[in-house]
């Protein structure tokens, strides 16, 4: 558990704002995969004070919190880490102004100084060994993470990927990829569409390299589940060179 503080917030798109955390606790936090994420805990809409996990026993810690002092606890994947300034960054989806979650409420009005703890839960990408190419899919929750491995994979896969954002405008045109990697944006660009449905129906439709592939698939339950359903059952590809996560459920509050 690293205590840290907002050191910028900058909004890249209508839907994502990035923030920079920083602090001498840097140091403790060790890089150890591509898609490193873990536990961001922040103060909630209205809270002036907030209670902040001292050790790795936080849910004990969170229990014994009333609600008006309780931390608000996300997952976050760092996008980038910055350690010439002891600092990572994240980026958080946000959308609308109307209702936001805690997290993208929090991301929304973040200042320079707010203190935050962050808890280390490490990284689950991981290409099997007879791999010939990767197949990247995720909707704009995963985006942090798919980039994160994109750039720094550096090409030692040819790479496939699929990737939902909100609108066009959440296109990134500025990110520097392998030649071996081909990045298919798919912007909703409808507010009433299901996040996810977009990027499993493209998966479904697309023609794909021939030979054995590792696949990471994340975002809304409904995509990583279904991404991992097609390609056993339509596609025969082993469940063991499948890496899925669903980051929450539509309908539901976001786990980040």
């Known amino acids: ?21 920083a602090g001498t606790d840097f140091r403790h936090l060790d ?6 994420a873990g536990r961001l805990f922040f103060a909630g809409p209205g809270q002036r004070e907030v209670v902040l996990p001292s050790s790795e026993k936080w849910m004990l810690q969170q229990a014994l919190q009333s609600g008006r002092r309780r931390a608000r606890v996300r997952t976050y994947s760092i996008r980038r880490f ?6 990572f960054d994240i980026e958080i989806s946000v959308h609308g102004e109307q209702n936001p979650g805690p997290g993208a409420a929090w991301a929304q009005a973040a200042e320079p100084g707010d203190v935050v703890a962050f808890l ?15 197949l990247l899919v995720g909707d704009e929750s995963a985006l942090p993470a798919i980039l ?26 500025g990110i520097t990829i392998p030649a071996t990697t081909k990045i298919h944006w798919l912007p909703r660009n409808d507010p009433s569409a299901k ?16 030979g054995p592939f590792y696949t990471w698939a994340a975002g809304e339950s409904a995509l990583a589940t279904g991404v991992r359903r097609h390609l056993v059952n ?15 459920r539509h309908g539901r509050a976001s786990l980040g």
């Open 1 to 21: 558990m690293v205590t840290l503080t907002v050191r910028g917030r900058e909004r890249i798109s209508p839907h994502f704002v990035s923030i920079t955390l």
């Open 148 to 173: 994160a491995i994109v750039e720094q994979s550096a090409g030692t896969l040819p790479t496939e990927v699929f990737l939902e954002v909100p609108g066009s405008e959440d296109v990134r045109h």
């Open 82 to 87: 910055r350690p010439e300034i002891s600092a």
């Open 195 to 210: 996040p996810g449905a977009l990027a499993l129906q493209a998966v479904r439709d697309a023609h794909l390299p021939p």
């Open 31 to 36: 890089q150890v995969g591509y898609d490193q």
């Open 120 to 134: 280390d839960e490490g990284c689950g990408y991981a290409p099997t060994t007879d791999a010939t190419w990767q």
């Open 234 to 248: 339509d596609r025969g590809v082993p469940k063991s060179d499948i890496a899925f996560r669903g980051y929450w």
